[in-house]
């Protein structure tokens, strides 16, 4: 990010809801890597619903540091939004699904 002022910058709390969505979840990543924002006022969290395929081994491969929380609610998104909302520490949460994407590189400044 060039000539930013990050102290003029909130906090963002980017949370993805996950269950089985090893084939899609590195596409959001990326955009969310691709941010023009500095990455230290980023937070992203995944809250997961026990999956089973290789969703949490992406997770934690991934060149963003995710907190990711497996929800004691797994066959329901709406209360893992919840559970994602309870870890969020920034002053904008963003919520989005696991096979969606921002759609530019300056999403999350706009």
Known sequence: MKN???????????IIITWNVERT??????TIIAQDYP????????V???STDKTV?????????????????????????????????GEIICFIDSDNYLPDKNWLEK
């Open 39 to 46: 990455r230290k006022l980023i937070e992203v969290i995944a």
């Open 57 to 89: 081994e992406i997770l934690r491969r991934s060149k963003l540091e995710i907190n990711i929380v497996q929800s004691e609610y797994p066959k329901d998104p709406e209360a893992c939004r919840g559970v994602g909302l309870r870890h969020a520490k």
């Open 4 to 14: 930013k002022k990050i102290k003029n910058l909130p906090t963002v709390s980017i």
């Open 48 to 50: 997961d619903g026990n």
């Open 25 to 30: 979840i590195s596409s959001v990543l990326e």
